[in-house]
């Protein structure tokens, strides 16, 4: 299975693509950062995040994607962005017909690290290690979306049977 992980951002956003299954290691397939430009409107940036987003998907024929679950503590205009970039990238899913999967922060952490609380320097070492790599994934962002790849192919390749066996039971009839 392949797994296309989307760690939302406007200004940048991770994204990674993982193959792995039952049985299989896990392998690296791609991994890097679509950035847009904080000067431009919000709607351009948008516009980037999309293009790249569907390039992305286009390039690597992902089975899921797996998107963090945004939630705000504090800063309301941070979590604004992204979650807007969170639903670009939901959106390009529905467009190339994609099952997704949204995994919380302490969620995708536990996955890779066995630790809710893990911080940023302990998830990327622990993606390192998981998918062979020399280091971790630069910048975070990078390294984020190869863990929510991660956890997806070990948490949600089941919900995702399930969405695909509703979406042609409803095609059907």
Do not use: Y
């Amino acid at each position: 299975m392949r797994v296309l992980g989307v760690d939302p951002g406007l200004t940048r956003c991770g994204v990674g693509v993982v193959d792995g299954g039952a049985g299989r290691a896990l392998e690296l397939v791609d991994v890097g950062v679509i950035t847009t430009d904080t000067a431009l409107p919000l709607e351009q940036r948008l516009l980037i995040v999309s293009n790249e987003l569907t390039t992305w998907i286009e390039r690597h024929q992902p089975d899921a994607i797996a998107v963090e679950r945004v939630f705000s503590q504090h800063n309301v205009s941070t979590v604004m962005g992204t979650a807007q970039a969170a639903a670009v990238a939901l959106l390009a899913a529905a467009h190339a017909g994609i099952p997704v999967g949204l995994h919380t922060p302490t969620e995708v952490k536990a996955a890779v690290s066995g630790s809710g609380r893990a911080n940023k320097t302990q998830v990327g070492t622990m993606v390192a290690r998981l998918l062979r790599l020399d280091a971790p994934p630069k910048p975070a962002d990078a390294a984020d979306a190869l863990a929510l790849a991660i956890c997806h192919l070990w948490r949600g390749p089941a919900q995702d049977r399930l969405q695909a066996a509703v979406a042609r039971q409803a095609a059907t009839r």
